[in-house]
């Protein structure tokens, strides 16, 4: 019986790719000798040996014995190219090294590179045309979806190509809708460009379409605000794809294309991450994310996973969450590795097995405590947790050959008031005293602000407060935060360690800070009620630790600009004075405080440590 697997997938394409070479050759040798190669059969069979020699190993090097058979394209293409043209090389090469007398002449090599490389391209796509038709036929009798997709530019293009790929979807792409009117009446994959928000005002509804999909991953957010609006005013569902982060290199996923919600009209303009460099500074590297199974880990192991490490390192203590970004990964098929372990990162001996295993050369950290009014009352927890581990998996770190350890921050370690931002800096002080002492692994501190949509924040507790019918709830009515996406937050994570010189600490222009009360308004109007009448916003007080605003940078540090224009990196202005068996036995003696249930003097104990620290006290 025929089982279609992985194995029997690779068996088919090697007897397919060889016959494809097979009749290039000899085609190649019958038009050179006018269809009378006879005498030329010892020379065809040697450089048959050579061509399948070399080019069958270049198209496994390629991916092209990995990549999935319905989703041939221009980048599987150029990779089939590069293969062909380097097998021929190589052919010219014993040609000239034998003089001619036993391989292939030139004009046979140069015949067989054309008829190659057409007839493996011409293969792959005849399978893509006929899984297409199978999968066609497979969902016939549902009727089809009419879309309208807004965003003519490459992620618009990549997204019409693949819902045509895709034809067992039902999904048929009628128009395309851009705000670029030199586009309008010309066509993408053969589906018309109508025009801008007026023409779909004005012809939409004779297209009786059923859905819109937004494919703006870097338009201003006024923009997205404006097309949503006047799809609801039209009645007309509207979905749209993920961040510009997400649509790299042309992989764009159905699967994550979502609904429109509020981060996507409140997200300010995305800063421009310098994506083709950071792939360049992972490829091939063997990479260690920690916290892989949080809102920021899992998204660091996503951006870098579309990097192509060598090997893709996660650990997280929770199981469910880390199998979750490890299925989501091997779904996704980038090629590299992934290792999952189930770990904490505070428990040495553990750690030490691992990075004596798997020998990371990039580490970044996302490990963490960062619920500010949980750890209030928890400090020793969130020393421990945030700050010592954090230290104690650096030095492991850089005891197994590490090149670079970047640590998320956050920009409420900046002159803090809780003690969440606290553990925080302390880390960022035992990272910079650790670097003093470390010449071979360059250590990194990123802060940035709040994620939109993260766990535990602000976004996911207003849905659920209007999903029970109010009130939202608002600690004070001029309380602002900084707030970007997970992706580009992560973005500038590998950006600003790229290009780290070791003990820096980095942090983002972070935009105007948003006002809480205005995104619980918008969130309630989004929802489709009237704020005051339908659903109420309560005022709590601030909480323990809380701020009223954050900050990019405490009295003791100065910004220096970077190379990135929205990247600027902090300097001290004065040297700490710390030493590290110091440090250490001074945040073990704080933790023991805490211990004894001594909250208050444990804070003051911190402030010590950090002077710009201002503690709750009540």
Not at 72 to 92: C, E, H, R, W, Y
Not at 125 to 148: C, N, V, W, Y
Not at 183 to 202: E, F, M, N, Y
Not at 559 to 588: A, M, V, Y
Request: with cysteine.
């Amino acid at each position: 019986m025929f089982v279609w697997n992985k194995l029997t997938r690779i068996l088919l394409l090697q007897l397919l790719y060889g016959a494809v070479l097979v009749a290039s050759l000899y085609a190649a040798f019958q038009l050179r000798f006018d269809f009378y190669p006879a005498p030329y059969m010892d020379r065809f069979r040697l450089g048959l040996v050579i061509s399948l020699g070399m080019t069958l190993p270049l198209l496994w090097l390629f991916g092209q014995f990995r990549t999935l058979l319905s989703y041939f394209g221009v980048p599987d293409a150029q990779k089939i190219l590069m293969a062909t043209a380097l097998s021929n090389v190589g052919l010219l090469a014993t040609q000239y090294a034998n003089l001619g007398l036993l391989t292939p002449p030139r004009g046979v090599v140069v015949l067989n590179f054309v008829f190659s490389t057409v007839g493996l391209i011409a293969a792959r796509l005849t399978i893509r045309i006929l899984r297409e038709r199978m999968q066609g036929k497979s969902g016939s009798d549902r009727p089809k979806k009419r879309i309208a997709i807004y965003g003519a530019g490459t992620a618009g293009a990549a997204l019409v190509e693949e819902l045509m790929a895709r034809p067992n979807l039902r999904m048929d792409v009628c128009a395309i809708y851009d705000d670029d009117r030199r586009k309008t009446q010309t066509r993408i994959h053969g589906v018309p460009i109508l025009g801008d928000l007026a023409q779909l005002r004005k012809g939409g509804d004779g297209l009786r379409l059923d859905e819109v999909i937004l494919a703006m991953p870097t338009a201003d957010p006024t923009r997205t605000r404006a097309v949503v609006a006047q799809c609801r005013r039209m009645n007309l569902p509207v979905r749209t794809i993920p961040t510009i982060h997400h649509v790299v290199n042309g992989h764009l996923h159905l699967d994550r294309i979502k609904p429109v919600e509020f981060e996507d009209l409140l997200a300010r303009e995305s800063v421009e991450i310098e994506g083709p460099a950071i792939s360049g500074w992972v490829t091939g590297r063997n990479v260690l994310v920690t916290g892989a199974g949080g809102t920021i880990g899992a998204e660091l192991a996503r951006q870098v996973w579309g990097c192509h490490p060598k090997s893709l390192i996660l650990i997280e203590r929770s199981e469910p969450a880390l199998f979750e970004i490890e299925q989501e990964l091997r779904e996704d098929g980038a090629g590299s590795e992934v290792q999952s372990i189930v770990a904490d990162v505070g428990e040495e001996k553990r750690m030490e097995t691992i990075f004596g295993q798997q020998k990371p050369d990039l580490v970044l950290h996302a490990a963490a405590h960062k619920h500010v009014p949980l750890m209030e009352q928890q400090v020793g927890e969130a020393l421990t947790n945030n700050s010592l581990k954090t230290v104690g998996l650096a030095r492991i770190a850089a005891k197994h050959g590490t090149k670079e350890f970047v640590m998320i921050s956050t920009d409420k370690a900046i002159n803090p008031t809780n003690v969440m931002g606290a553990s925080k800096r302390l880390a960022e002080i035992g990272l910079q005293i650790l670097q003093k002492q470390t010449s071979g692994m360059k250590i990194i501190s990123v802060r940035f602000g709040n994620v939109l949509g993260s766990s535990g924040s602000v976004i996911p507790t207003f849905r659920k407060q209007i999903a029970a019918g109010g009130p939202v709830t608002v600690t004070h009515p001029e309380v602002t935060r900084y707030f970007m996406s997970v992706a580009e937050a992560v973005g500038l994570v590998l950006t600003a360690a790229k290009s780290g010189q070791g003990g820096d600490i980095f942090v983002l222009d972070m935009g105007k800070p948003v006002k809480i009360e205005e995104m619980a308004r918008q969130l309630i109007e989004l929802s489709g009620f009237e704020v005051g009448r339908e659903i109420e916003i309560r005022y709590t007080g601030l909480r323990p630790g809380e701020k009223l605003y954050e900050e990019l940078s405490h009295n003791e540090e100065t910004n220096e600009n970077t190379e990135h224009p929205k990247i600027w990196r902090l300097k001290p202005n004065s040297n700490s004075q710390h030493e590290e068996s110091d440090f250490k036995r001074s945040l073990d003696s704080i933790i023991d405080e805490a211990a004894k249930g001594n909250i208050s003097q444990a804070k003051q104990r911190i402030k010590e440590l950090v002077p710009e620290y201002q503690p709750w006290l009540g």
